[in-house]
């Protein structure tokens, strides 16, 4: 059977859990409050940093600084829209809106042998990604709308392509919904049984529709069609990968306070984004994802800096982070 937890039962559990967030949520605001006037009386700044030297579908398509007001209420809908062209690439209002929220989340124990625990867990781990990219999207003065979850566990087809697949899990723009395969993941993984590998794929896919959401893949899609040759196309392919990668980095520093990295961890997770990257022997023709270090890298970056703006692979001085 297809678990579609869009339903709602995964509403149910996004509700049950409010009234916990709402108490860790001011204790963790309080607390990020003191840690950053201590340092500098803001939110860093963030730019490209001096770099490291990097065969699927696109993201979404046939496959898959500044300090701000978090409280504020969003924006009639006639007044807000979604960026457009180059801009939505190189200067997204979202990279202005500086660390995403710390949010509490408290993910519950993971059993990898069971394909509940696992659809449970990314639940979970769904609903805080809900909460903190809405937060950071109203921010930012731009229209959000959370993705649909279908986490399967039997094959089954969506608009974008049929399922299970390779990657075991991908992002389909056209219906704006992130697919997941709770024992398909599992098995890719060789039964991994630390979470935060799954939290980091999840992290990854959501990434795309972050992407989506904000304008960005609209004029990469357009752009991208315009390449001459495969090559070309890859060059532009990578950028929006490896901007996932720091996407999902984001989002893991950010909630560290409730769901603690550790250093093996934190180990774990970089070791999987540098397995996941293009193989050194790839051909230029196969090079979709980037190379071993700069997917690290990216990821790395994400999970220190911990605000979007830290993830524009766009507006770089060099190439090299996105090889």
């Given at each position: 059977?297809?678990?579609?937890?869009?339903?709602?039962?995964?509403?149910?559990?996004?509700?049950?859990?409010?009234?916990?967030?709402?108490?860790?949520?001011?204790?963790?605001?309080?607390?990020?409050?003191?840690?950053?006037?201590?340092?500098?009386g803001?939110?860093?700044?963030?730019?490209?940093?001096?770099?490291?030297?990097?065969?699927?579908?696109?993201?979404?398509?046939?496959?898959?600084?500044?300090?701000?007001?978090?409280?504020?209420?969003?924006?009639?809908?006639?007044?807000?829209?979604?960026?457009?062209?180059?801009?939505?690439?190189?200067?997204?209002?979202?990279?202005?809106?500086?660390?995403?929220?710390?949010?509490p989340?408290?993910?519950p124990?993971?059993?990898?042998?069971?394909?509940?625990s696992?659809?449970g867990?990314?639940?979970?781990?769904?609903?805080?990604?809900?909460?903190?990219?809405?937060?950071?999207?109203?921010?930012?003065?731009?229209?959000?709308?959370?993705?649909?979850?279908?986490?399967?566990?039997?094959?089954?087809?969506?608009?974008?392509?049929d399922?299970?697949?390779?990657?075991?899990?991908?992002?389909?723009?056209?219906?704006?919904?992130?697919?997941?395969?709770?024992e398909?993941?599992?098995?890719?993984?060789?039964?991994?049984?630390?979470?935060?590998?799954?939290?980091?794929?999840?992290?990854?896919?959501?990434?795309?529709?972050?992407?989506?959401?904000?304008?960005?893949?609209?004029?990469?899609?357009?752009?991208?069609?315009?390449?001459?040759?495969?090559?070309?196309q890859?060059?532009?392919?990578?950028?929006?990968?490896?901007?996932?990668?720091?996407?999902?980095?984001?989002?893991?520093g950010a909630?560290?306070v409730?769901?603690?990295?550790?250093?093996?961890?934190?180990?774990?997770?970089?070791?999987?984004?540098?397995?996941?990257?293009?193989?050194?022997?790839?051909?230029?023709?196969?090079?979709?994802?980037?190379?071993?270090?700069?997917?690290?890298?990216?990821?790395?970056?994400?999970?220190?800096?911990?605000?979007?703006?830290?993830?524009n692979?766009?507006?770089l001085?060099?190439?090299d982070?996105?090889?």
């Amino acid at each position: 059977m297809i678990r579609d937890t869009w339903r709602l039962r995964g509403r149910r559990v996004a509700g049950s859990r409010k009234a916990l967030y709402a108490g860790l949520s001011a204790l963790v605001f309080a607390l990020a409050a003191l840690g950053w006037n201590a340092a500098t009386g803001t939110a860093p700044e963030h730019g490209p940093a001096p770099g490291a030297a990097g065969p699927s579908a696109p993201p979404g398509d046939s496959r898959q600084d500044g300090t701000h007001d978090l409280a504020r209420p969003p924006l009639a809908g006639g007044d807000i829209q979604r960026p457009t062209g180059e801009s939505a690439l190189v200067a997204n209002p979202l990279y202005g809106t500086g660390r995403l929220s710390p949010l509490p989340c408290p993910a519950p124990d993971l059993d990898v042998g069971d394909s509940d625990s696992v659809e449970g867990f990314l639940d979970t781990m769904t609903d805080c990604l809900d909460e903190a990219w809405e937060r950071q999207f109203r921010a930012a003065g731009v229209p959000y709308e959370p993705p649909r979850r279908v986490f399967w566990d039997e094959p089954g087809s969506s608009p974008c392509r049929d399922y299970p697949s390779d990657a075991g899990a991908f992002y389909c723009r056209a219906n704006k919904s992130v697919y997941i395969g709770t024992e398909d993941v599992v098995d890719k993984w060789n039964g991994a049984e630390d979470s935060v590998v799954y939290a980091s794929l999840l992290a990854h896919e959501y990434g795309h529709h972050v992407q989506g959401e904000s304008g960005l893949l609209e004029h990469y899609h357009e752009q991208r069609r315009l390449q001459e040759s495969r090559i070309e196309q890859n060059a532009w392919t990578r950028k929006a990968e490896l901007q996932a990668n720091c996407f999902a980095g984001v989002f893991l520093g950010a909630v560290e306070v409730t769901y603690p990295v550790s250093g093996d961890d934190r180990e774990t997770v970089l070791d999987d984004a540098s397995s996941t990257a293009d193989r050194e022997d790839s051909t230029a023709e196969e090079r979709t994802h980037g190379s071993a270090e700069n997917s690290v890298y990216w990821l790395e970056r994400g999970m220190e800096e911990q605000s979007p703006g830290s993830c524009n692979t766009w507006d770089l001085a060099e190439d090299d982070l996105v090889q």
